[in-house]
């Protein structure tokens, strides 16, 4: 068990240069979730995935973001033309949810910088 | 709708201080309620978890919390604080239904000096 590796670590692009951020899970986890995490804030959550299957998406998550989970394995973050409002923490968990243990397990993070 | 507060954005104690952190939820069926410890540029470390069994609940590092449903609170507390305990700490409530999506609250920074 290697945890939820996360990459880049960090990531700093110009505005309006599309980027993209990998997130692998630990192997027999099967919900996947992405947060979002600004200065001097709590993780927001963006979306979450049961296997391939992506299941909900917050408001927060605009036209220009998309999240893919081919295959219920690794899980890619898209944001086309990036802001400077995107500026943020990018986390990654995940969970295999049994005997009503909801615990997650989180990632590093890729820290996105716009500028 | 359920939600997070976490009362006091900066806590700041004496090494071997006790150390308390408020967290107050609001849920409309009963919660599943945890504490995650954030380190700079570091993901999250879940620290402790409350699904309904034992009221008080310890976690790693020495901490344990006390889930108060009468005052809707889940405090987080360690009898002797450390200067490695000195990070972002996170109070969270789990959303029911089948994926468990969790709402934070904006966090406490505690710092301990000696």
């Known amino acids: 068990d290697t945890g939820v590796s996360q990459d880049p670590r960090h990531k700093i692009t110009k505005r309006g240069q599309n980027v993209t951020f990998r997130c692998d899970p630990i192997s027999e986890h099967n919900r996947l979730y992405w947060y979002r995490q600004t200065l001097g804030q709590g993780p927001e959550f963006l979306t979450y995935?049961?296997?391939?299957?992506?299941?909900?998406k917050s408001r927060l998550l605009s036209d220009r973001f998309s999240a893919e989970r081919p295959k219920g394995s690794f899980s890619t973050l898209e944001i086309q033309r990036t802001e400077q409002g995107d500026s943020a923490m990018y986390l990654c968990a995940s969970s295999y949810p049994t005997n009503r243990d909801y615990g997650y397990t989180f990632g590093s993070g890729t820290r996105l910088t716009v500028v | 709708a359920q939600s997070v507060t976490q009362l006091g954005s900066h806590v700041s104690v004496s090494e071997g201080a006790l150390v308390l952190l408020r967290c107050n939820y609001s849920?409309?069926?009963?919660?599943?309620l945890f504490w995650y410890v954030q380190y700079p540029n570091q993901g999250l470390q879940l620290l402790l978890k409350?699904?309904?069994?034992?009221?008080l609940v310890k976690g790693i590092n020495g901490f344990e919390a006390e889930f108060k449903k009468s005052e809707t609170s889940f405090h987080l507390t360690k009898p002797s604080a450390h200067m490695s305990d000195a990070a972002e700490y996170f109070c969270?409530?789990?959303?029911?239904?089948?994926?468990?999506?969790?709402?934070f609250g904006a966090g406490t920074r505690l710092a301990v000096h000696p």
């Open positions: 995935f049961q296997n391939e299957a992506q299941l909900e």
């Open positions: 849920s409309s069926v009963p919660p599943y």
């Open positions: 409350y699904t309904s069994a034992a009221t």
């Open positions: 969270a409530v789990s959303t029911t239904g089948g994926y468990n999506k969790l709402i």
